[in-house]
C-alpha cells in the first residue's frame, strides 16, 4: 500500500527576513510586484471543513492578509466575495483562481469602500449571489506616514477614516440586515491601534477605532447570536507598507527587522486567526476580542 506524503509541521517554518530589495510603489500597491512575493497559500496548513458551505465577504480581498484570508476560507468550504480597488483587478484575479482552484466559488466587486453607496452594494451583491452571508471580514486600509502632524492634510485624514472606519461601520450596517445568528463579524486592526505609531497618528487612531466599535458591536450583537472580534497583526509583508508614501526604498528593505521575530510576518501567518474566529467549532465563546498576533510584541490592550 502506497504511504501518503505528510507534511511536515512539527517546526515554524523559516520566512523571509530582511534586508529585502530596495524598492517602492505608488499606492495603493500590487501584490504582484512585491519582492519577495508574499506567502499566502500556508501549504502546512491543514483544513479541516469549518467553514464548509458558508458565505464570506473579505474587503481587500485581493493581496496581503485579505488574499491570504479568502483562500484559507475557501479551503475550509466557504464561498468567497472580495472587494479591491479597480486599479488592483490583477492582483484580484489571481486570488479567484486560488479560490476556485480549492473547489468555491469567488464574486469580484471591484469599487472604492469611501463611497457609502458601494459598502451596501457589496454586501447586497454577495446576499443576492448565494442567499446568505455569514462572515463579513473588514480588512481594507489605508495608510501613509508623516514626519510630523503638521504634514497630515484634512484630505489625508478623511480617506484614512473613510477607509479604515467608516467603511467597516457601513459595511457592519448593511451585513447585519442578512446575518443569522451564528454569522461573524471580523475586522483587521493593527499593534499601531494599541501601542499607537509616531509616524501614523491618523492610521493608529483608526485603528484604536476600530477596536473601540468591534467591542461596542459585540455587546450589541451578543444575544442575537452574532459575534464581533477583530485581528491586530503587527508588520505584515503585504503592498500596504511598500506603497506607502511616506516609505523609502531603503526603510522598506528593512521593513519588520525591529520586530522581536527580526522579521515581518507573511499574510499565510495571520489567516489562521481569522478563520479560528470565523468558526463556530473553535470560538464560539469568543465576541469583543481583539485578537493579537504581534510577532513576540505584548500588550495589554
Given at each position: ?7 511536515d ?14 524598492q ?25 471543513g ?35 480597488l ?11 483562481d ?12 471591484p469599487?472604492?469602500?469611501t ?17 446568505s ?23 489625508e ?18 451585513a ?7 454569522a ?41 447570536g ?26 522598506v ?20 486567526a ?17 485578537l ?6 505584548t500588550?495589554?490592550?
Amino acid at each position: 500500500m502506497k504511504k501518503t506524503a505528510q507534511r511536515d509541521t512539527s517546526s515554524p517554518p523559516r520566512q523571509p527576513e530582511p534586508p529585502f530589495p530596495r524598492q517602492h510603489q505608488k499606492g495603493p500597491g500590487l501584490e504582484s510586484r512585491l519582492r519577495p512575493k508574499p506567502r499566502f497559500n500556508a501549504d502546512r496548513y491543514l483544513p479541516a471543513g469549518k467553514l464548509r458551505d458558508k458565505v464570506a465577504l473579505v474587503t481587500g480581498g485581493d493581496s496581503g492578509i485579505g488574499r491570504a484570508v479568502a483562500v484559507m476560507f475557501a479551503r475550509e468550504g466557504a464561498h468567497v466575495a472580495i472587494c479591491y480597488l479597480p486599479e488592483e483587478e490583477s492582483d484580484a484575479i489571481v486570488t479567484r483562481d486560488h479560490i476556485q482552484a480549492a473547489g468555491r466559488e469567488c464574486l469580484l466587486l471591484p469599487g472604492n469602500l469611501t463611497d457609502a453607496a458601494y459598502c451596501d452594494d457589496v454586501v447586497d451583491a454577495t446576499f443576492k449571489r448565494w442567499g446568505s452571508l455569514d462572515i463579513l471580514v473588514s480588512n481594507a486600509a489605508h495608510q501613509n506616514r508623516k514626519d510630523q502632524l503638521e504634514d497630515l492634510v484634512d484630505s489625508e485624514l478623511v480617506e484614512t477614516f473613510e477607509t479604515n472606519v467608516y467603511a467597516y461601520v457601513r459595511l457592519a450596517r448593511a451585513a447585519l440586515r442578512h446575518m443569522q445568528r451564528g454569522a461573524v463579524i471580523i475586522a483587521t486592526s493593527s499593534e499601531t491601534g494599541i501601542l499607537g505609531s509616531r509616524k501614523l497618528p491618523d492610521y493608529s487612531a483608526t485603528k484604536g477605532a476600530i477596536n473601540a466599535f468591534t467591542k461596542s458591536l459585540a455587546q450589541d450583537l451578543v444575544k442575537k447570536g452574532i459575534r464581533v472580534n477583530a485581528v491586530a497583526p503587527g508588520p505584515v509583508w503585504t503592498p500596504l507598507n511598500p506603497s506607502d508614501a511616506g516609505m523609502t526604498p531603503a526603510k522598506v528593505a528593512k521593513f519588520g527587522a525591529d520586530s522581536p521575530m527580526g522579521r515581518p510576518a507573511q499574510p499565510e501567518e495571520l489567516a489562521p486567526a481569522y478563520v479560528f474566529l470565523a468558526s463556530n467549532a473553535d470560538s464560539s465563546y469568543i465576541t469583543g476580542t481583539i485578537l493579537q498576533v504581534m510577532g513576540g510584541e505584548t500588550s495589554g490592550g
